[in-house]
T-cell receptor, first 115, second 113 residues
Framework: AQKVTQAQTEISVVEKEDVTLDCVYE???????LFWYKQPPSGELVFLIR??????QNEISGRYSWNFQKSTSSFNFTITASQVVDSAVYFC????????????FGGGTRLMVKP | DTGVSQDPRHKITKRGQNVTFRCDPI?????LYWYRQTLGQGPEFLTY????????KSRLLSDRFSAERPKGSFSTLEIQRTEQGDSAMYLC???????????FGSGTQLSVL
């Protein structure tokens, strides 16, 4: 069975602070894919990143960076110099060879960035 | 690319009524998914279509739920004899290949009174 845990249900920061959202996953498969999605107040989930299990390189995209560590089954997401527009719910998700085309989402972390 | 569209955006119904939602995926996507999201939770998988074939169904999908994708384009999700526990956001998503990112619609918010 697959499982994704986002232990932080809600985080509040002041604009320009850095913030890290944690994601821990469980799977028995050796081939799997990890995702992050953003859900702003409008409700539509927006794709941020996909990482496969064989690529442990960290990735940076502007103010966003992701740290994938297979040894701890974690795929954490850091926003540098947060902005009010970053306020949203962020979901980590997992797909794998034997998941049957089913993306498993974590419970989400609500990020509030205050001016 | 006009995105994934869902209709209606909101639906209020009385317990026991039937409701139907529609999803129009991105036109070149052959894979279509339905998810359900309740307040404060992540989306939960309901069902998956590849073209017109329904290939996966979650155990969450009781026999009151039925989904179709008759011509491999748009899809409908019907809930019969709605219950208050069916109140949720119903999300549709599409993709072109397995393990590719999903494109989500804005969802249909169902409230069962």
């Amino acid at each position: 069975a697959q499982k994704v845990t986002q232990a932080q249900t809600e985080i509040s920061v002041v604009e320009k602070e850095d913030v890290t959202l944690d994601c821990v996953y469980e799977t028995r498969d050796t081939t799997y894919y990890l995702f992050w999605y953003k859900q702003p107040p409008s409700g539509e989930l927006v794709f941020l990143i996909r990482r496969n299990s064989f690529d442990e390189q960290n990735e940076i995209s502007g103010r966003y960076s992701w740290n994938f560590q297979k040894s701890t089954s974690s795929f954490n997401f850091t926003i540098t110099a947060s902005q009010v527009v970053d306020s949203a719910v962020y979901f980590c998700a997992l797909d794998s060879d034997n998941a049957g085309n089913m993306l498993t989402f974590g419970g989400g972390t609500r990020l509030m960035v205050k001016p | 690319d006009t995105g994934v569209s869902q209709d209606p955006r909101h639906k209020i119904t009385k317990r026991g009524q039937n409701v139907t939602f529609r999803c129009d995926p991105i036109s070149e996507h052959n894979r279509l998914y339905w998810y359900r999201q309740t307040l404060g939770q992540g989306p939960e998988f309901l069902t998956y279509f590849q073209n017109e074939a329904q290939l996966e169904k979650s155990r969450l999908l009781s026999d009151r739920f039925s989904a179709e994708r008759p011509k491999g384009s748009f899809s409908t999700l019907e809930i019969q004899r709605t219950e208050q526990g069916d109140s949720a956001m119903y999300l549709c998503a599409s993709s072109s290949r397995q393990y590719e990112k999903l494109f989500f619609g804005s969802g249909t918010q169902l409230s069962v009174l």
